[in-house]
């Protein structure tokens, strides 16, 4: 096996446990102790993964716990989100009911949709005003309001979101890996997220390149829950996942 054939299979071995061991790679690899830990020394070294004693970890596996405030994020991949959310937004159609949920892209998305008698829900109040400011219906949640995501949260809007059947739904993440799916700092949130998603008949994760390879405290979904929408990635090793769009 060549040495860039390897590399891959090494960053695939590692996306999916999040570490390894130097024999579980001779063994997954069928090739020498001494050949791995020059891999392991080489890929360090391009920072393709964090080599430790007896193996290596993936890179980014600091676990964020808390959100950023919008009006920090909204700066932050101004043009990515711009991309992303005009791709996002023409997959709306006409008579379409959608679940649009709290998020920097996902508020961006808005201003490109041209569908008609198309209904929605949210959990933001920003995103909520700017749907209605469209002309569309648009209905909000009941629950707690989350002052640094502009989100309600909490089991009422839970409750709230039994009734609904989407046929289309977007949603932010703070995160995102194969093993540990898609993820939020806060399990108020996380839970509307859940439940959101599981009621929608298409799922679609907006999210940006920088999300990758990032872990928040609470998963929401699996990764192959959904369909990401994201910019072109700069990461080979997501790139043959079949759910990820890149625009």
Not at 34 to 58: E, F, N, P, Q, W
Not at 119 to 148: C, H, M, P, Q, W
Not at 183 to 190: G, N, S
Request: aromatic share 8%; charged share 30%; hydrophobic share 35%.
């Amino acid at each position: 096996m060549l040495a860039e054939d390897r590399c891959k299979k090494i960053l695939d071995i590692l996306d999916s446990m999040g570490s390894v061991t130097v024999q579980q790679l001779m063994d997954e690899l069928d090739t020498s102790e001494s050949t791995i830990r020059r891999d392991l020394v080489a890929m360090d070294k391009k920072g393709y993964l964090t080599k430790v004693h007896g193996g290596a970890i993936v890179n980014n596996t600091n676990i964020h716990t808390q959100d950023e405030k919008v009006i920090n994020r909204l700066k932050k991949n101004r043009n990515e989100k711009e991309q992303i959310a005009r791709y996002a937004a023409s997959l709306i159609v006409d008579n379409d009911f959608v679940y649009i949920d709290a998020g920097t892209t996902t508020a961006v998305m808005i201003d490109y949709i041209t569908a008609k008698n198309v209904v929605f829900v949210t959990n933001s109040l920003t995103n909520a005003k700017r749907i209605s400011d469209r002309g569309y219906t648009v209905y909000i949640l009941g629950g707690e309001f989350k002052s640094t995501t502009e989100a309600i949260v909490g089991d009422e809007a839970v409750v709230t979101l039994d009734k609904y059947n989407f046929t289309k739904g977007f949603w932010g993440a703070n995160g995102i890996t194969v093993k540990n799916g898609f993820t939020t700092p806060e399990i108020k949130e996380a839970m509307v997220k859940k439940k959101s998603m599981e009621n929608s008949k298409e799922k679609y994760v907006l999210a940006d390149d920088s999300k990758f390879s990032q872990v928040s405290s609470i998963k929401f979904a699996d990764f192959e829950d959904a369909v990401i929408i994201t910019n072109a990635l700069n990461n080979d090793k997501y790139k043959k996942y079949q759910n990820i769009k890149e625009v």
